[in-house]
C-alpha cells in the first residue's frame, strides 16, 4: 500500500480552469503539508493541516484552497488558474508537527496550465 | 527571509570516491536538519536528520552539523551510480513552523 498518495499524476488545463488535487495517507500521521516545487526544483511550503486544523499558511494565493475532511486527507482546489501555477505539487504528511518531524512524500502531481 | 543556501552543481565525483555537499543557514534558531535525496522525476525521500553539533553517522552517510557556523554537510562514502541525484538540505525550527528546504544539490557520480 502506498503511504501517502495523490492523485492525478498529471494535470493539464486551461488558464483560467478550476481544478482539484486529492491527497490520502495510511500511515496514521496527524499533520499534512501541500509543497509547491518549481522548475527549478525549489520546494516551498504552502499549506499545514493538523488533525484538520490549518497550522501554516504562506502567502499563498486565495486562488488556492485546502481542505481536510479529516486527518487522512488533504485536498488542494486551485481557481482561475494561472500560467505561474504550473510546477510539482507535493503532498506530505509526519507524525506530528515540531522540530523532530520528518516528512513522507507523496509522488507529485505535475500541473501544466497552458 | 529566513533561507537555506546550496550550491546548485552539478557536483561530479567518480565512483567509490566520497561525495561531500554543503549547507549553510540564516536562521540561528533552527533546531533540527535533515537531508533528503530527491531522484529526476521522484519525490524527496528523507535519508539523515540531525540535531546536535557533531557528526552523525548512517551506513555510507555521514551528516555534520555545526550550529555556531551555521553550516550542515552531508558526506557520502564509497560513492555510487545510484546515489545520482539531488540532495535537498531542509533545516526547522521547533513548533508550528515550515521545513524550509534549500534549492539542492545536484550529485552525478560516473561509473
Known sequence: DTAVSQTPKYLVT??????SIKCEQNLGHDTMYWYKQDSKKFLKIMFSYNNKELIINETVPNRFSPKSPDKAHLNLHINSLELGDSAVYFCASSQVPGANEKLFFGSGTQLSVL | QKEVEQNSGPLSVPEGAIASLNCTYSDR????????????????????????NGDKEDGRFTAQLNKASQYVSLLIRDSQPSDSATYLCAVKRAGNTPLVFGKGTRLSVIA
Open chain 2, 29 to 52: 534558531g533552527s533546531q533540527s536538519f535533515f537531508w533528503y535525496r530527491q531522484y529526476s522525476g521522484k519525490s524527496p525521500e528523507l535519508i539523515m536528520f540531525i540535531y546536535s
Open chain 1, 14 to 19: 486551461q488558464m483560467g480552469n478550476d481544478k
